[in-house]
Each structure stands twice: as C-alpha cells, then as structure tokens.
C-alpha cells in the first residue's frame, strides 16, 4: 500500500495563492528524498529525483502535483529554472503513512532571503572539522569577513520590495541572531 503526496508550489508574495495566480509562472519540477539517507526515491518505475509537476495553476503553469509513494519520511524541493530565472522553494520535511494523503506546500524564496541565509551561515555556522563543530569564521576569517561584506552591499542594491514579500518567516541579521543566542533558553517541560 502506498501514500500520497499533494505537492503545491505558493506564491511568496501572496502566500496563500499557487505561484502563478498573479501573472503568468513558471512549470516546477519536485525533487522527493528519502529524509533519513538523502536517497533517491525510486518507486514503481518512478524516480522522483527530479520529476515534473503534473497540475496547471490559473494561468497554465505546472504548480502542483499527486504523487503515490510508500510509506515514509521525505524531504521535498521544488525548482524552476528558465533562461532568465531560477527559482528554488523551501525544503519541506513530510511524513506519509500508508493510505493517507498529505498536502506538502513548497514556498518559493526570494534571493533577499537566501542572501541573508547565505550570511548568516557564513558568520554563524560551524563546519565538521576531525568530529568537531568548528566556526567557519575561525577557519577562513578573511574569506568570511570579504564575503559578509559583499553580500551586504548586494542587499543595498536590492530592490527594497524584494525583501516586502517575506515575513513568511522573519529573517534576522546575524547582530539579531547574536542577541537571540545570548539570551538563556526557557527550561524545559
């Protein structure tokens, strides 16, 4: 027996519409992993590597998608990639029993947020070196610092609508994440 995955690709800017509600879009295709080893997802004939949505939203575009597959946990992304633009969603983690059919909205991101995800994992986070957590500030602190600073200066350059269509989620700068860390965490339940 299998499940089944209702994959939807949304609109950032009018979050609960399909992506081409407002104007003509562009078709997605789904990458569908398996959560635990990253595998491909190979299942009836199928691989959901890198497959096409298969629904038209309004204005003719493919935004949506029914796909069967067995029982499990996924980590599902949508793309798009024109000649002029390329245009990847968020990861959604979902999980499916048999029988049961689960909606699985992908929320495309903006460059405004993936250029200040860029920098805060540049100046926040940690790579695995020899099994330990080590900053990635300490391992190239030159490359680190040149690239905050550029990637600040394209933000400046951005126009100041593009970064109007999220709070979908907030995004915080990395002196607002340093304040967040510093604070204790609530005790646990």
Not at 45 to 71: C, I, K, M, R, S
Not at 158 to 172: A, F, N, Q, T, W
């Amino acid at each position: 027996m299998a499940g089944k995955l209702c994959i939807y690709v949304r609109d950032s800017q009018h979050r609960a519409d399909l992506y081409d509600s407002h104007g003509p879009g562009h078709n997605f295709r789904v990458t569908i992993r398996e959560a635990g080893s990253y595998g491909t997802v190979w299942w009836n004939g199928v691989n959901y590597d890198d497959v096409w949505l298969t629904l038209t939203g309004e204005f003719g575009a493919l935004v949506a998608g029914e796909f069967a597959v067995p029982a499990g946990t996924y980590l599902v992304l949508g793309h798009s990639c024109t000649s002029d633009l390329n245009i990847n969603t968020q990861i959604a983690w979902v999980q499916v029993n048999d029988g049961e059919t689960i909606s699985v909205n992908l929320v495309t991101t903006p460059v405004w947020y993936c250029v200040h995800a860029a920098i805060a994992g540049a100046v926040l986070g940690t790579a695995i070196v020899n099994a330990n957590h080590v900053p990635l500030a300490q391992i190239a602190p030159a490359e680190v610092k040149a690239f905050e600073k550029a990637a600040n200066a394209l933000l400046d350059k951005l126009p100041k609508e593009s970064g109007v269509s999220l709070p979908i989620m907030p995004v915080m700068t990395v002196e607002e994440l340093r304040k967040s860390f510093s604070k204790a965490p609530p005790k646990g339940k």
